[in-house]
């Protein structure tokens, strides 16, 4: 069973930035795809960036040019840069592990965006 924690979410102002962490517990990381997602109240979890094992990624048109996905092996966990944070980027988000056995989910880490 893999464990991912994940942390850093938080209440900032339009225009600021917070930087998501996440974790796992288990060296299975370094050949996995990581993911973040989030899920707005009364709407369905959305894909926001994905990194492969390879260092490829992959943004929701959303959050192009303002999020950046990155991860560091050698700690096992994975990194959401989010910039020029806007009212509409409110919500949980969710670190994801896929792999060839099977997909984990963490948590969840609230942001709240204030105008």
């Known amino acids: 069973q893999v464990q991912l924690v994940e942390s850093g979410g938080g209440l900032v102002q339009a225009g600021g930035s917070l930087r998501l962490s996440c974790a796992a517990s288990?060296?299975?990381?370094?050949?996995?795809?990581m993911g973040w997602f989030r899920q707005a109240p009364g709407k369905r979890r959305d894909l926001v960036a994905t990194i492969t094992s390879g260092g490829s990624t992959n943004y929701a048109d959303s959050v192009k040019g303002r999020f950046t996905i990155s991860r560091d092996d050698a700690k096992n966990t994975v990194y959401l840069q989010m910039n020029s944070l806007k009212r509409e980027d409110t919500a949980v988000y969710y670190c994801?592990?896929?792999?060839?056995?099977?997909?984990?989910w963490g948590q969840g880490t609230q942001v709240t965006v204030s105008s």
């Open positions: 288990d060296s299975i990381f370094s050949i996995a795809r």
């Open positions: 994801h592990l896929g792999f060839y056995r099977g997909e984990y």
